[in-house]
Nanobody, 121 residues
Framework: QVQLVESGGGLVQAGGSLRLSCRASGRSFSSLYMGWFRQAPGKEREFVAAISWGGGRTDYADSVKGRFTISSDNAKNMVYLQMSSLKPEDTAVYYC??????????????WGQGTQVTVSS
């Protein structure tokens, strides 16, 4: 079993930056694929970014490419999402997730509780 805990959400003005953190615990993570998702009010949860442990491969949704950066720190069992040039449409609850299948954008197996990000205009 894997436990994921997000932190770092908050309120930021448009154009600002925020870094989300995800702490993983429970089992070996080296074989897992780590992702960030978000869900805005009234909308379906959507893929944001993903990374293989060690950072060998990353994947981004077109809507965040060039503005968000996903990274991992294997020694600390941490995954980060650095968000820059934030827009009001980035407002959502952000979730950390882990998949037993690599390089996917859906069907993740483990989920955190989510952290709220609000971008004011």
């Amino acid at each position: 079993q894997v436990q994921l805990v997000e932190s770092g959400g908050g309120l930021v003005q448009a154009g600002g930056s925020l870094r989300l953190s995800c702490r993983a615990s429970g089992r070996s993570f080296s074989s897992l694929y780590m992702g960030w998702f978000r869900q805005a009010p009234g909308k379906e949860r959507e893929f944001v970014a993903a990374i293989s442990w060690g950072g060998g491969r990353t994947d981004y949704a077109d809507s965040v490419k060039g503005r968000f950066t996903i990274s991992s720190d294997n020694a600390k069992n941490m995954v980060y999402l650095q968000m820059s040039s934030l827009k009001p449409e980035d407002t959502a609850v952000y979730y950390c997730a882990a998949s037993r299948i690599l390089f996917v954008r859906r069907g993740y197996d483990y989920w955190g509780q989510g952290t709220q990000v609000t971008v004011s205009s």
